[in-house]
C-alpha cells in the first residue's frame, strides 16, 4: 500500500486510500510519514475528528520514534485547526486525513484552500456517504486495499459467525415502520428510541447473547444513551457484568472501564457510537448490532470491531438483532468503493 501511494503522489496531489477496520491503517500511516518526512524534510499534520483520535494516533506515531518532542509530526483535531488557524506558523508538506470518509465538511476544505501546496492522504474503511456524495472535490484518486475476504482467507482478520433476526419477525417489522429521517438521511434517533427502547425489546437482546455469546465478551451498539443504559441494566440484572459508554462518560472513567474490558471484569460494553471508529481492542469475541441504521459506512464499522485477530480467538460472533444484512450483505461481500467514491452510488 505504501509503494502504491508514493506512485500516485507523482500523478495526483491528495490521494485517498480504503483498507478495511482492523487491518492496521494507523500503521500504514506510522510508515508513510515516515517516509514522507525523510524524503522531504518538510513537517507531516495528521488530522483528526475527534479528540480521542488525536491520542491514539500519537501514542502510535510514538511508537514509531515521532514523539511530539520531534516537532515533525502534528496530530491535530480538525475543531481545534479550525479555531486555531491564525497560530499554525509552519506549512505542512503533507497532512494526513483519519476516517476521511468524514471529509466532506466545510472545515476539511478549509485545508485544502489554505495549504493547496501540501501532499494530502485520507485515510478509511469506508469512503463512502449516505447521501451519495462522492469525494473527488477533494481527492484525486482512491487506492484500494484487499476485500475484508481476502484478509480473512489470509489470517489477518478473524472469520465469524453472522446470526439473524427473520424476515417475518415482530423485531424486523418495527424496524420496516421507521419513517422518519434525521439530519444525515439515517433513522431518526428520536423515533428509533420510541420504537426500540422497550423492555421486552431489550430482552430479547439479552436472550441472542445468552443463545449465542455465552460467557464471551463484546460490544452491544445501542440507539441512544437511554437505550444503552437500559440495556447494561438488563444484562446486569441477569448477571453479565455490562457498561453503557456514551458522549457524556467522562473520557477518564471510559478509559477504567475500556481497561475493565480488556482485563476481563466487564463482559459487555453497550454504546453510543463511540466504537465505531478507532477503537482498538482486538478480543471482542461478539459484537451486537442493536442499532439499524440506513449507513454502510455505520455497518461495517461497527462489525469490523469484532474481525481484529487476537491470541486464544476462533472467531466472532456477529448478533444482528435488526436485520442490517438485509440491506447491506455480509461483511465480507464484494463492494465497490471505485464507484461511491465517485458519487456514482449512494453508501447504503
Not at 57 to 68: F, N
Not at 81 to 103: Q, T
Not at 128 to 150: M, Q, V
Given at each position: ?188 434517533v428520536k423515533e428509533m428510541n ?29 440507539v441512544s444513551i437511554a437505550h ?11 448477571g453479565v457484568e455490562a457498561v ?105
Open positions: 500500500m505504501k509503494s502504491r501511494l508514493f506512485k500516485e503522489w507523482e500523478f495526483h496531489q491528495s490521494v485517498m486510500v480504503q483498507m478495511p477496520t482492523g487491518t492496521g491503517k494507523t500503521h500504514l500511516l506510522a510508515a508513510v510519514v515516515r517516509e514522507f518526512l525523510h524524503r522531504s524534510g518538510t513537517c507531516v499534520w495528521i488530522v483528526a475528528h475527534r479528540r480521542e483520535l488525536v491520542q491514539q494516533i500519537e501514542e502510535t506515531v510514538a511508537r514509531y520514534g515521532m514523539g511530539k518532542e520531534s516537532g515533525t509530526v502534528k496530530v491535530l483535531s480538525i475543531q481545534w485547526l479550525s479555531r486555531n488557524w491564525k497560530n499554525m506558523e509552519e506549512s505542512p508538506g503533507l497532512i494526513v486525513i483519519d476516517e476521511a470518509h468524514h471529509a466532506l465538511a466545510e472545515t476539511y476544505k478549509e485545508l485544502w484552500k489554505r495549504y493547496p501546496e501540501a501532499r494530502k492522504l485520507g485515510m478509511t474503511a469506508t469512503p463512502c456517504r449516505l447521501n451519495g456524495k462522492g469525494f473527488t472535490d477533494l481527492f484525486d484518486t482512491l487506492i484500494t486495499s484487499w476485500s475484508i475476504a481476502e484478509f480473512i482467507g489470509k489470517g489477518w482478520l478473524s472469520a465469524f459467525d453472522y446470526v439473524s433476526i427473520r424476515a417475518d419477525s415482530r423485531e424486523q417489522r418495527m424496524i420496516n415502520s421507521l419513517k422518519k429521517r434525521g439530519a444525515d438521511g439515517d433513522y431518526q420510541e420504537v426500540l427502547n422497550r423492555q421486552v425489546s431489550i430482552r430479547r437482546l439479552y436472550e441472542s447473547v445468552e443463545k449465542y455469546a455465552n460467557g464471551k465478551k463484546g460490544i452491544v451498539y445501542a444503552a443504559r437500559q440495556i447494561a441494566a438488563c444484562y446486569s440484572a441477569h453503557a459508554i456514551d458522549s457524556k462518560t467522562p473520557a477518564s472513567e471510559r478509559r477504567e472501564l475500556v481497561e475493565g474490558f480488556k482485563q476481563g471484569r466487564i463482559r459487555v460494553l453497550v454504546n453510543v457510537d463511540i466504537f465505531s471508529e478507532g477503537f482498538d481492542c482486538p478480543d471482542v469475541e461478539f459484537v451486537q448490532l442493536a442499532r439499524p441504521t440506513l449507513s454502510l459506512a455505520k455497518y461495517l464499522q461497527q462489525v469490523g470491531r469484532g474481525l481484529r485477530k487476537s491470541g486464544d480467538k476462533e472467531s466472532c460472533m456477529l448478533i444482528d438483532n435488526v436485520g442490517l444484512h438485509r440491506i447491506f450483505g455480509l461483511p465480507v461481500r464484494d463492494r465497490d468503493w471505485e464507484v461511491m467514491f465517485e458519487g456514482r452510488m449512494m453508501g447504503n
